[in-house]
């Protein structure tokens, strides 16, 4: 793979292309956007910038140690940390509520979905002790995941005394950082950063701890086991990726975000013949086709294999969605809550034709059509998406789609994971015992245009990591950069170093599983947890990091507390906004260990982030008994 140069444009040839397009036809990107925006607020950088009041604004400065209401550096940070913390999670958890509400009006009868993963089900409801028929069972755990979500921070969430492992939780309970239900944890720590209310750092970080807990077990796990009963579990199978894949003599809808239940029925409707036989009267000879991008196109992607007859490719990641608009080929831009940019409705689809359609009521932008998700108007309202789409590709301008085909494997979980290992865990433990496989390194998370990253941290930091005998699990947009440096294809295993490229060779995967999007982060801790117990040992002692090499959002802020409070290391760049404070610095990357066994490490620099990376796994590994590479 050939080195990519670090700059402040795309990492990979087809975005470039399109990049170049797209400045030809006069717009301004994402790129453009970020340089006008240099030099950036060193204070906000540096987390010591306070806009809670009317006496302020506030930094600390040289000659400003604290702000007019007296708040340190420490307590500012602090505070910004965790409403950042809160926002986050309050954003997993909004997903996690209407996925199970959706499950539990399919138990009412009430959805226009099914149960497409029973097992799952019934197992998952044994362990609430809930019983009767699957339909049952369903409206009772969809209703038991909405009334955890709801519940007060001082009742201890149940989800977190059944799901957590044994060991963390007796961490966890020593620390008192048991969560109750998420929203209230929300409330409670957003009360807590109002001016002049809480002044104790520790305090305030343990709060991002118990937000972490939660954030897991009534975010990310229930909304990865919810859409998995409902729209079937995460198979490897192989698939298309990056903007080359829209054809451009096919009516193309783009389904984008996070949230995927109303894909699953749009990809069923596109099946019709009606459909694909009105595109072609439309003009578009090769039919209909349906995309996924972001997270929303990861999760298509891990369940495509039923539907390689009307699916055809994840699209890219946050930093590509303009420059897939300017191929002029999108019909139609379909997207649920999180992650689209305000200039795609104000500028790239007027530019290119795109009809926009938001599709979850949290969403509002001008110009767009709001079609919003019910569990019983799904049907519809992807009808109407396709509707919209033939009329759009009789709307059409210039084309210009970049012919480069690139593929890649994706569907990866901790059952496919165990199935392709024959089911168990065992042969992955021995392979990291006999020094084949290093250890694991979770690199999850979005992408961003800063300096230096835009994809290329990414894929230069896997790279490293897999040449270093190091699997590499991605998850988010970081999969995607991933898919499209070609680190998740089928011949990709020749980029790793000679024991992992064995084991995966023997395997028939990639160096890189893609576990996903952003939301099946759960699922990497449930294999990180599956390890953990099969070698009777806790988290932190496993030779196993995880990464989000370039950090975005506020989601990622939560997800950095989910695995801390885990016990895991985590790489993080670029540097949070916390380094203003030299004691909140302190703490999360060196104090906390002491506490959760996880703490965070900042390396801007992908090569020295693996070194980092390799040192805290062969450190595990010494400490486990296992033989040196
Ligand atoms: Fe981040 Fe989800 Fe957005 Fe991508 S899409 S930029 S939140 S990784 Ni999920």
Redesign the pocket.
Known sequence: MKTIEYRNQPADGLSDYMYEVARKDGMTTIYERFAAQQPQCAFGTLGICCTLCTDGPCQITRKADRGVCGASADLIVTRNLLAKCAQGTAANVYHARNVARTLQAVGEGQADYAIKEPEKLRALAAQFDIGGSDLEMARDLGALFIQQINSNDYDPMRLVDVLAPPKRLAVWRKLGIVPGGPNSEVATGLSKTMTNVNNDVLDLLSHCLRMGIANEYAGLFCITVMQEILTGTAKPNEGSVNIGVLDPDAVNVIMH??QPLLAIKVLEAARKQNWQEKARQAGAKNGLKIYGS???G?QIFNIASEYKDVFYGQIG???QQELMLATGAVDVLAFDY??VMPSIAEQFAPKYHTHLISTDKVIRQGGVERLEFEPHTAVDISEAILDRAVTAFGKRGAVNVPTTQQTAIAGFTTESVIGALGGTVQPLIDVIANGSVQGIAAL????TVREGESGAHIATLASELIKRNILVIG????S?AMQNAGLMGTDSVKHAGPGLASVCGALGVPPCLSYG???DIGKIIATVVAVADALGVDVPDLPVVASAPEY??Q??VADAFTAVAFGMALHLSPAPPIMGSPLVTRILTQDVESLTGGRVFVEQDPVKAADAIEAHIAAKRGALGLKKS
Do not use: P, R, Y
């Open positions: 975000g996070h972001l997270c929303e990861q990641n946050w930093i999180n992650c999850v998370g979005c992408t998850a988010g947009c970081c995607s999007s952003c939301t975005m959002e989601k990622a």
